[in-house]
């Protein structure tokens, strides 16, 4: 279930809003330019599979916000050297603060993985869940927890094939905040 949290941007210490209900998440978003829905989640998707599984939907979306490119990452815990290695460098590449020059739209088909938008004064947390489908505007000043083991499959939106390039800001800002596992483990 996603879960929306936001505080002031000076730290947690004061929760300023704390949902699970959707309706009031799009809308909580929405007015800061963040698209957030819902599609409904089907079991048994991988990377291999989710761009034929969600294909009506992709197309929507692609259709509708420009998109030309979409694939789809895959990460699954493994008792494995290979995986604690990716696992943390991606999740590390991710935490620090950065804007892109495009959107970043990411549909959570399996597992879940946190959002932060630094919008103004605040910091809004964004526990995405399967079904999750949330696009951070181009410019909105963001990091990405996947957790420490991350386990997810979601399907990412470009709109060319160079994808994502991070523009960090060199704050710290998002070792102040709860992790990943800090809000699943209340939340999950």
């Known amino acids: 279930?996603?879960?929306l949290t936001v505080w002031p941007d000076s730290g947690p210490e004061t929760t300023l809003?704390?949902?699970t209900d959707p309706e009031e998440v799009a809308t909580e978003l929405k007015e800061h330019g963040v698209r957030f829905s819902r599609w409904s989640v089907v079991d048994g998707v991988t990377a291999e599979n989710a761009l034929q599984v969600y294909e009506k939907?992709?197309?929507r979306?692609?259709?509708t916000e420009g998109y030309t490119y979409v694939d789809a990452m895959e990460m699954a815990p493994a008792d494995t050297d290979e995986y604690r290695v990716k696992a943390a460098?991606?999740?590390t590449k991710f935490l620090a603060e950065h804007t892109h020059d495009d959107d970043e739209d990411r549909y959570f088909a399996r597992g879940a993985g946190v959002f932060y938008l630094h919008i103004g004064d605040k910091v809004y947390g964004v526990l995405c869940t399967a079904g999750d489908l949330l696009s951070v505007?181009?410019?909105?000043t963001h990091w990405f927890d996947m957790g420490t083991e991350p386990d997810y499959v979601s399907v990412r939106f470009f709109h060319d094939d160079d994808g994502w390039i991070g523009n960090f800001t060199g704050s710290d800002i998002a070792t102040k905040f709860p992790t990943f596992d800090e809000?699943?483990?209340g939340h999950l």
């Open 61 to 63: 979306v692609s259709e």
């Open 137 to 140: 505007p181009a410019n909105t």
């Open 1 to 3: 279930m996603t879960l």
């Open 183 to 185: 809000l699943a483990a």
């Open 89 to 91: 460098e991606f999740r």
């Open 57 to 59: 939907d992709i197309a």
């Open 17 to 19: 809003l704390r949902t």
